[in-house]
T-cell receptor, first 119, second 116 residues
Framework: NAGVTQTPKFQVLKTGQSMTLQCAQDMNHNSMYWYRQDPGMGLRLIYYSASEGTTDKGEVPNGYNVSRLNKREFSLRLESAAPSQTSVYFC??????????????????FGAGSRLTVL | AQKITQTQPGMFVQEKEAVTLDCTYDTSDPSYGLFWYKQPSSGEMIFLIYQGSYDQQNATEGRYSLNFQKARKSANLVISASQLGDSAMYFCAMREWDTGRRALTFGSGTRLQVQP
């Protein structure tokens, strides 16, 4: 049972290059997320997709685009990489949240992370 | 304003002792949930425990318990009988139901080091 798989695990880019981070989950989850983690700042939400066919901006969306390709896959694209985008990127997924906080934990399952360096 | 505040950048604890990691939160939404995740040095994010805002009892999961004080807006993680393998970063996170967003907001984390 793979859970959430993200590729690549490591990538080095030059400023201005583009790349796509791929994410796939095999848990039949409805919602998917992209976070970035910088030292001392915890995880910040870039984009999320509540369900197939929808995407919404998070806290730090500038410089990124996303595609919810189908229920399983959610990709993150950097069109013109900048050194400020050097970070560790995490993809996550969750079931559709219940109507009430006590109806389910809405736990996010995370991928292993992708370390991106922009020179 | 910070939605999730973790004021302890680093903590030390002796093996077999209990430790409390602090978390305070800020929300006007009556419906919310609080989560704790562990991130070992290998980097993965591991879910530990969850508390819903309407839950009357504090959540417990094995050696982990969540000390939920709603009036004070705190959700501290208590780890009993610390083990060397508990050395990791610990993140508190919150989801608010009525905002419609389904994503979690994370604190900046606390690095716990368990000493033999």
């Amino acid at each position: 049972n793979a859970g959430v798989t993200q590729t690549p695990k490591f990538q080095v880019l030059k400023t201005g290059q583009s790349m796509t981070l791929q994410c796939a989950q095999d848990m039949n989850h409805n919602s998917m997320y992209w976070y970035r983690q910088d030292p001392g700042m915890g995880l910040r939400l870039i984009y999320y997709s509540a369900s197939e066919g929808t995407t919404d901006k998070g806290e730090v969306p500038n410089g990124y685009n996303v595609s919810r390709l189908n229920k399983r896959e959610f990709s993150l694209r950097l069109e013109s990489a900048a050194p400020s985008q050097t970070s560790v990127y995490f993809c996550a997924s969750s079931e559709r949240a219940g109507r009430h906080p006590s109806s389910g934990a809405n736990v996010l399952t995370f991928g292993a992370g992708s370390r991106l360096t922009v020179l | 304003a910070q939605k999730i505040t973790q004021t302890q950048p680093g903590m030390f604890v002796q093996e077999k002792e209990a430790v409390t990691l602090d978390c305070t939160y800020d929300t006007s939404d009556p419906s919310y949930g609080l989560f704790w995740y562990k991130q070992p040095s290998s980097g993965e994010m591991i879910f530990l425990i969850y508390q819903g805002s309407y839950d009357q009892q504090n959540a417990t999961e094995g050696r982990y318990s969540l000390n939920f004080q709603k009036a004070r807006k705190s959700a501290n993680l208590v780890i009993s009988a610390s083990q060397l393998g508990d050395s990791a970063m610990y993140f508190c996170a919150m989801r608010e139901w009525d905002t419609g967003r389904r994503a979690l907001t994370f604190g900046s984390g606390t690095r716990l080091q368990v000493q033999p």
